[in-house]
T-cell receptor
Framework: DTAVSQTPKYLVTQMGNDKSIKCEQN?????MYWYKQDSKKFLKIMFS???????INETVPNRFSPKSPDKAHLNLHINSLELGDSAVYFC????????????FGEGSWLTVV | AQTVTQSQPEMSVQEAETVTLSCTYD???????LFWYKQPPSRQMILVIR??????QNATENRFSVNFQKAAKSFSLKISDSQLGDAAMYFC?????????????FGKGTKLSVKP
């Protein structure tokens, strides 16, 4: 069973559309994250949730809105998609923050055309 | 600001040989964690090895080991007996023990090629 699963894995959409990426973890972790990997493969955190509470919100346009219905799920909704949003988005989770191993999903490759 | 620097954008190693990937970091914290993640062409981020800064002993996982030099803020990864399946992007990452809220800070990666 996949520990951190995210859907869809591939998404091609037009500028201006709204899209969501779903993430679920079955590891019983308290903390979940969204990371973005750009075209140069640079990885950077976007959001972190601990027990459904937003902990980290890095400098991300407010077109990006994470939603955590429960501690096993952290979805990412993106409004008014722009070309620059094209990237691979990774969901991740850890048992608790501050140093424990972070487990990543397989990534969702978003292409905005 | 906390940063992670991987000075080798690309490396190449012959199958069965040993290669070392370098990583330096900058932090004002005294307790923190360091990681090496592997990203093969499938894009999956796979944990290779983890080091706790308060432990002087270098972490080892089978063919993978680190050389952790805390004073120099250096955390290199050694891959012994390289295999074709080791070909991937390798990312060094760092997170403070407290206060980071799990914010992994990544280097820009080193692309490792393994020659048969």
């Amino acid at each position: 069973d996949t520990a951190v699963s995210q859907t869809p894995k591939y998404l091609v959409t037009q500028m201006g559309n709204d899209k969501s990426i779903k993430c679920e973890q079955n590891l019983g972790h308290d903390t979940m994250y969204w990371y973005k990997q750009d075209s140069k493969k640079f990885l950077k955190i976007m959001f972190s949730y601990n027990n459904k509470e937003l902990i980290i919100n890095e400098t991300v346009p407010n077109r990006f809105s994470p939603k955590s219905p429960d501690k096993a799920h952290l979805n990412l909704h993106i409004n008014s998609l722009e070309l620059g949003d094209s990237a691979v988005y990774f969901c991740a989770s850890s048992r608790e923050f501050s140093g424990n191993t972070i487990y990543f999903g397989e990534g969702s490759w978003l292409t905005v055309v | 600001a906390q940063t992670v620097t991987q000075s080798q954008p690309e490396m190449s190693v012959q199958e069965a040989e040993t290669v070392t990937l370098s990583c330096t970091y900058d932090t004002s914290e005294s307790d923190y964690y360091l990681f090496w993640y592997k990203q093969p062409p499938s894009r999956q981020m796979i944990l290779v090895i983890r080091q706790e800064a308060y432990k002087q002993q270098n972490a080892t996982e089978n063919r993978f080991s680190v050389n952790f030099q805390k004073a120099a803020k250096s955390f290199s990864l050694k891959i012994s007996d390289s295999q074709l399946g080791d070909a991937a992007m390798y990312f060094c990452a760092h997170t403070p023990y407290r206060g980071s809220q799990g914010n992994l800070i990544f280097g820009k990666g080193t692309k490792l090629s393994v020659k048969p």
